[in-house]
């Protein structure tokens, strides 16, 4: 999906810097999905899912499962500073555009 | 105020002498409709179809991510969440697993593209964008098509969830039993007056503050129930560790107290029983729904055992073929259990009936005898299934299908064309994901601790949550504010049907009316269709709900899914790939439609119920779906023309470059 793979368009094509930035944070995010998936599912069926239960090897953190606490209490903790950080470090602003008149040529 | 003396359900009614819950609708409804009113009022001049649908486009921070997080918090996060938890314990914050991103993924992902590409379109809904941005009518229509007959289903079920929820929580007060008495006594009578009472009431006041105040009013209104929603939880934390925690040995945090209950705590079993009283005269008061009986165990030194009749339509079949005296029953199982409803219900806990005949039934996963740990450990207990409630396959899905398809749903996407700039969404973003964190996780602790205060009621588990609003605030001697902690569903989905009745609305009007039978309509004759469709869209919906569906949750569940299947996909083609073409997103939409359909289909042929998804290497449809749509997309765009230069231009290059090539 490169913008530049668009083989109809010049190599130089002027993109719009909004289409860029969004394009890269929205690869980001889908990379964060990723990441949660693989640390929250993997660590909690691992930790949380034993066949045969045994209570002496049953911990909690702070009243928490603990296979629940670090597989989801904490990534869930970590997921808000990163969000933190994705929206106030990393996102760019741009202008979105003027709005365009709803009685364009296209309307109909 | 002692635990004992003071729970009973039907104090609903009574606690501070005005009953909590019809205040609670009544002045939530006067404010409703006062915010109505300011929006209508302050509407400004202009297009009238963008400041009606979409709210000009100048939604704030506070407006926008509170509109976002209300609407996707549908009425289920306050009924069917908090009755999921109690019914399956822990195992519920990983189903819920895939929140910790929620925010990030339904808004950073596609938000402020999207916004931008409506902006260059000046679209005012989700079809106006695909519509525009591939320059297809037809595309357009099929997108109009798609959103109102899933929409429409949904809003029937919405309308009957919220209806179902107002029952629940009027029962047993005074002016509502003589408006129920009233209905049943007239000539047409429904089978559930008490049901059509509140469908009426809640149904009509939707439809009014919607139809008159449009977006905005939708907006606002959604703000005010977010506050509610996040008030509601924060209040009941606390309350619910502190009354846990009462019972806590020294040294112990409530909790790790809660949970270590938890740990020895079995699923109920059901069935049908007769009783017989012990009472040689058969003088007893006979039982009702909701009494608890006391018989002695069958062995010499067994504990008794404890049972708590059910409301009939729990076990219907069943208690059709026995007949009378037959009843439907909930056995306790552990111990534990059985000691906090007699501290619970103190003298209320029968002991003049005698055991006749029992025939119960075990959970399928989670019921052996002895075992320990079910509710604290995945995949957590299930009455169906014999793989448990969350196998992996099943959490995998869960994954996918709240950050991922929540992406997709058309009613999150109207709310990112509204926003009025990138400052706005950052901020947003972050708001919503503290949000959400003071939400969802604390909801799994405030009801894994009601499975441990309120044994007993698994089988009305969808009322757990006023339950459990009124049980902690009398227990604190606070009956008054529960009718705060009881507004929260209440805002949870009106703010729900209210923007899906405009996503309808706005489909026929300017998708349908505006842009294919009459462009040059005048503004006056578009804000008489806009409140007039909006009037009937509601109605309609409103009459589908007099005689609803029977499968509510899984109607939802299934236009949810459906929506996502058939809307994400084009959607980010549209905005991050310039190669995409009509061909291509089209395929991409029917593809997922039908993929995902076909599942359904198949259950009705592989598990004998549409409502049973045939589920494709266990995965639930909403990944098939996906799959194949993004596939189809993918493929046939690469295998048909490009689209027209011009078009690229306008959607994915600066401005000036745009209109100067």
Redesign the interface.
Same mark, same amino acid.
């Given at each position: 999906m490169k913008a530049s793979g668009n083989n109809q368009e010049p190599a130089n094509a002027p993109w719009d810097p909004v289409f860029l930035d969004s394009r890269r944070e929205a690869l980001v995010i889908l990379l964060l999905w990723v990441v949660a998936l693989l640390w929250a599912v993997p660590y909690c069926y691992l930790n949380g899912f034993p066949e045969t239960f045994v209570e002496e090897e049953f911990s909690t953190v702070w009243g928490v499962p603990s296979w629940l606490f670090w597989g989801i209490a904490v990534p869930w903790l970590l997921a808000d500073v990163f969000t933190l950080w994705f929206c106030f470090f990393y996102m760019k602003d741009g202008s979105l555009g003027e709005e365009a008149s709803v009685d364009s040529e296209e309307l109909a | 105020m002692s635990l004992s003396s003071s729970f009973n359900i039907s104090f609903l009614a009574e606690a501070g002498g005005v009953s909590p819950a019809l205040f609670t609708f009544l002045a939530y409804t006067a404010v409703v409709f006062l915010l109505a009113v300011i929006a209508n009022y302050l509407r400004k001049d202009g &297009?009238f179809? *963008?400041e009606y649908f979409l709210g000009n486009?100048r939604l704030g921070v506070w407006a926008f991510a509170l509109t976002f997080a209300a609407t996707s918090a549908s009425g289920g996060s306050f009924t069917g969440f908090p009755s999921k938890i109690y019914s399956h314990g822990? /195992?519920m914050?990983?189903w819920i697993?895939? $929140?910790?991103?929620f925010?990030?993924?339904t808004m950073?992902? /596609?938000g402020? *593209?999207l &916004?931008?590409v409506a902006? %260059?379109?000046?679209a005012?809904t989700v079809p106006d964008v695909i519509r525009?941005r591939f *320059?297809s009518a037809s595309f357009g229509l099929l997108a109009v098509a798609l959103i109102v007959f899933f929409m429409s289903f949904n809003l029937i079920a919405q309308f009957k969830a919220g209806s179902m929820m107002l029952k629940t929580l009027l029962t047993g007060v005074g002016v509502f039993e003589s408006g129920v008495t009233f209905l049943r006594d007239s000539p047409a009578a429904h089978p559930d007056p008490a049901y059509l009472l509140c469908l009426f009431g809640f149904g009509l006041a939707v439809i009014a503050y919607t139809t008159y105040g449009g977006f905005q009013a939708v907006v606002w209104t959604d703000v005010m129930q977010g506050i509610v929603m996040v008030a509601g939880v924060i209040i009941m934390l606390p309350l619910a560790l502190y009354l846990v925690g009462k019972e806590a040995p020294e040294g112990v945090?409530?909790?790790?107290?809660?949970?270590s209950r938890m740990?020895d705590m079995s699923p109920p079993r059901r069935g049908v029983a007769v009783f017989r009283s012990s009472d040689p005269k058969g003088n007893s008061t006979p039982l009702g729904e909701g009494s608890w009986i006391q018989i002695p165990g069958s062995d010499e030194g067994a504990e008794p055992r404890l049972f708590k009749v059910i409301p009939k339509q729990a076990l219907e079949e069943r208690l059709r073929e026995r007949g009378e005296p037959w009843i439907a029953v909930l056995e306790i199982i552990s111990p534990g259990d059985r000691r906090q409803v007699v501290e619970n219900q103190g003298d209320r806990v029968r002991s003049d009936f005698i055991l006749g005949d029992l025939e119960l039934q075990g959970y399928a996963y989670g019921a052996e005898d002895g %075992?320990?740990?079910?509710y604290?450990?995945?995949?957590g207990p299930s009455p169906s299934s014999d793989a448990g409630f969350l196998p992996?396959s099943l959490?995998?899905s869960f994954?996918f299908m709240w950050? /991922?398809s929540g992406s997709g749903q058309p009613a999150s996407m109207v709310r990112l064309m509204a926003f009025n &700039?990138?400052?706005t969404?950052? %901020?947003s973003?972050?708001t919503v994901?503290?949000y959400y964190?003071l939400i969802y996780?604390p909801l799994v /602790?405030i009801f894994c601790c009601a499975r441990v205060l309120m044994p007993g009621m698994d089988a009305e588990s969808d009322r757990i949550m006023p339950a459990m609003a009124v049980f902690l605030t009398e227990n604190v001697g606070a009956g008054w504010l529960a009718g705060l902690l009881i507004a929260a569903p209440f805002a949870a989905v009106m703010s729900t049907v209210d923007s899906f009745l405009l996503m309808i609305s706005s489909g026929l009007v300017r998708d349908i009316y505006? *842009? &294919?039978m009459n462009?040059e309509a005048s503004e006056r004759r578009l804000k008489r269709l806009s409140y007039l469709f909006t009037l009937l869209v509601g109605g309609a919906a409103l009459l589908g709900a007099v005689h609803p569906p029977q499968f509510l949750q899984d109607i939802i569940v299934y236009t949810g899914s459906g929506l996502a299947a058939c809307f994400l996909a084009p959607v980010v083609y549209a905005? $991050?790939?310039?190669?995409s073409n009509v061909e291509g997103c089209m395929a991409g939409m029917l593809g997922g439609f039908a993929a995902h359909l076909s599942m359904y289909v198949g259950g009705h042929f592989a598990n004998g119920s549409f409502f049973r998804p045939y589920r494709l290497m266990d995965f639930d449809p909403i990944i098939v779906g996906l799959l194949v749509s993004f596939l189809a997309g993918y493929l046939v765009t690469l295998r048909t023309p490009?689209p027209p230069?011009d078009l690229?231009r306008k959607y994915? $290059?600066?401005?000036e470059?745009s209109t100067g090539a």
């Open positions: - | &297009n179809l *963008r486009r822990w /195992i914050g990983l697993g895939s $929140y910790i991103i925010p990030i993924c950073g992902f /596609i402020k *593209r &916004n931008q902006r %260059r379109s000046g005012i525009d *320059r945090g409530s909790l790790e107290y809660a949970t740990v %075992r320990k740990g079910v604290v450990t995945g995949p992996l959490v995998i994954f950050a /991922i &700039n990138t400052v969404l950052r %901020r973003i972050f994901a503290v964190s996780f /602790i505006q *842009r &294919n462009p905005i $991050y790939w310039p190669r490009p230069e690229v994915f $290059y600066k401005p470059a």
